[in-house]
């Protein structure tokens, strides 16, 4: 019996955790573990992510070889990723 697929989380939407992911699935997608993202398909797919939408979890190992499984969030996600102004940013010093 083959192993349940693993769940990632999107994360945080303006994050890299979606293009860590499609660079996961893309590595591992002859080879394994399986897995699926919980997340928004067309942002993935804006990504350049092939996606297949899924159901539930137990569809992923059928999808897997061939796209990204990805539960759909029933949600559209949008982000934008956000640069420090180093006018209005201070700067933060960690101490040992």
């Known amino acids: 019996m083959p192993a349940a697929p693993l769940a990632l989380t999107m994360g945080e939407p303006g994050g890299v955790g979606a293009e860590i992911a499609i660079k996961a699935w893309t590595a591992l997608r002859t ?4 897995f699926f993202l919980i997340d928004d398909p067309a942002r993935l797919e ?3 992510a092939n996606v297949a939408r899924i159901g539930t979890p137990r569809e992923a190992g059928a ?11 029933g949600a559209k ?9 180093s006018r209005s940013s201070k700067p933060t010093h960690c101490r040992s």
């Open 31 to 34: 080879s394994g573990p399986c």
């Open 46 to 48: 804006g990504l350049g």
């Open 63 to 73: 999808a897997f070889e061939t796209a990204l499984p990805v539960l759909d969030i």
């Open 77 to 85: 996600v949008s982000a934008r990723s956000i640069r420090a102004n």
